[in-house]
């Protein structure tokens, strides 16, 4: 490693004769920092010499790769004369070596993959990466309170997707308990989450989620890890990449103790192309930013904007980025001259020259600089020459972006996906138990309509059968032979018969009576 020095060495400036060395305090590098300038001046080489100088401080380092040249900080430096130099020029030893490097991609392309889940972005950064209105946020905001509520984990894209499906089919219930939940709304949400699925969005999205102290190491040999972030692919989704980054920023603030002004930072956080957090920012999300800015300095950690030119940041923002590299900047229109005013009026002057013009008339690895002193307070601007890096200059070959992958200390604990019951699932269950059962009541609706048919269709059968049966007694009563009438008239015979009959009975009696009666007199 380098000898020990006052702080970061950035490079050299002032005549000849009158050479003085420019350091960044490490001590007050957690005050946050600019680096600016035009397309081509060396913005890209300032970060590397900055993040591999912290590296060599014991600092770990995150920043994005947005062109794919800051790879190269992985591999050891090749200088051409040009770089030999200058290097001789500021009475620098130049050690060929590359920083201890982690490679991050979202897509798992050109390092290991980063994820987070849904739950862990939010709604307020999950609504700027969908572009979503307010009334659209508000809707999202209650589908995250209606998971909270109902124990539903929030993990990829497919819990969400579920999650609004099943908050539209209680939109009633849900709409008395938290507010209205309109069914356009969430129909546009749902294209908005298609949208960012063809992105490639959903990529990060789900577990297992990035630790926060795998990019806090600290290697045996003292030097702090780079965190290089692929982000080539990933700024073809501008508001993904700037909501990603903030997302991340905030869990560096919730999850780091309070720690003051130490030493030296826990970590130094590089936000390469800035302007894309700000453009079209809601008010919100613009105070949620300058929140994290402002108390983050506490967790020890420090944030560098890189950006073409310092307009593009807000100046609540502005206003809390102590340290100050500007490399040169072109002012050709009305609104460049107000932007590079801007830039100049940013720096405490220093009555040997005119900053604005300076600039102009800054030189490719040139730069205005203007640092906190051991008070914090920013030292006069200075025209600088950057130094050259230990480093590559230019990107790793994919060869050596293979090899330092193979020596990664989180080798294998990224690379795999897993897909652990979430709300996806948990709401697809109960859609498929919802349904099972609906299936059931209508098989049983469907065999009690039939086992009552089938018992109005065995009495109208009986009541067939019965009046068959009545029918068929009155046919055969119609058809048999009627019993033949006994005659009441009286033959001659049995006329003479029963005369007979009566005059032998009153001949009878009368002689008995006669015989009664004499009997009765000879007594």
């Known amino acids: 490693m380098t000898d020990p020095v006052p702080g970061l060495f950035l490079g050299q400036s002032g005549p000849e004769g009158a050479v003085q060395a420019q350091h960044l305090l490490l001590k007050r590098a957690n005050r946050h920092g600019v680096v600016a300038g035009a397309t081509g001046t060396g913005k890209t080489v300032t970060l590397q010499i900055m993040a591999q100088g912290f590296s060599d401080a014991g600092v770990p380092v995150f920043a994005a790769d947005v062109k794919g040249d800051l790879s190269g900080i992985a591999i050891a430096g090749s200088p051409n004369e ?29 390092g290991h993959p980063v994820r987070a889940t849904v739950s862990e972005i939010g709604p307020v950064l999950m609504a700027r990466m969908l572009d979503l209105n307010e009334v659209q946020e508000g809707v999202l905001t209650v589908a995250f309170h209606v998971a909270d509520k109902e124990g539903l984990l929030l993990l990829d894209l497919d819990d969400l ?24 709304s969430i129909a546009a949400i749902q294209r908005s989450l298609l949208q960012l699925e063809q992105q490639g969005g959903q990529a990060l999205f789900g577990e297992p989620a990035l630790r926060l102290e795998d990019m806090l190491r600290t290697g045996l040999d003292g030097r702090g890890q780079v965190n290089v972030l ?18 991340l920023l905030s869990e560096l603030f919730e999850q780091l103790p309070e720690i003051g002004d130490p030493e030296k930072p826990r970590l130094v956080f590089f936000f390469d192309e800035a302007h894309l957090l700000f453009n079209d920012a809601p008010k919100a999300l613009l105070e949620k930013v300058e929140q994290v800015v402002r108390l983050i300095r506490s967790k020890g950690v420090g944030v560098y904007f890189v950006t073409q030119n310092p307009a593009d940041i807000p100046d609540s923002v502005l206003a809390q980025l102590g340290n100050r590299i500007q490399h040169a900047l072109r002012a050709y229109t009305p609104s460049e001259q107000r932007g590079l005013k801007a830039a100049a009026d940013s720096f405490r002057a220093d009555p040997a020259f005119d900053t604005a013009e300076v600039i102009q008339a800054l030189g490719v690895g040139e730069a205005v600089v203007s640092v906190l002193d051991e008070k914090g307070a920013p030292t006069v601007v200075a025209r600088t020459m950057i130094r050259p890096p230990d480093s590559r200059l230019g990107p790793a070959t994919e060869a050596e972006r293979a090899q330092v992958m193979a020596q990664s200390p989180v080798r294998g604990l990224y690379d795999t996906a897993i897909d652990r019951e979430s709300a996806h699932e948990v709401l697809t269950a109960r859609h498929a138990a919802a349904d099972q059962a609906q299936t059931q009541a209508t098989a049983d609706a469907a065999q009690a309509k039939a086992d009552a048919l089938k018992a109005r269709e065995a009495e109208k059968a009986a009541a067939a059968r019965e009046k068959e049966r009545a029918r068929l007694d009155r046919e055969s009563a119609r058809t048999k032979p009627a019993a033949p009438r006994r005659s009441t008239r009286e033959t001659p ?3 003479l018969t029963k005369s007979v009959l009566r005059t032998a009975g009153t001949t009878l009696t009368r002689e008995l009576l006669r015989g009664v009666l004499g009997g009765l007199r000879r007594r």
Do not use: C
């Open 82 to 110: 040009k770089l030999s130099a200058r290097a001789a020029l500021m009475g620098l030893t130049l050690t060929p070596r590359g920083a201890p490097t982690v490679f991050w991609d979202l897509y798992g392309q050109k």
């Open 493 to 495: 015979v049995e006329a």
């Open 230 to 247: 692929a982000a080539d692919r990933l700024m073809n989704s501008p508001r993904l990449y700037a909501a990603f980054l903030l997302w």
């Open 161 to 184: 997707r579920s999650l609004l499906v099943h908050v539209g089919e209680n939109a009633e219930r849900i709409g008395r308990e938290a507010g209205h939940v309109a069914p356009a």
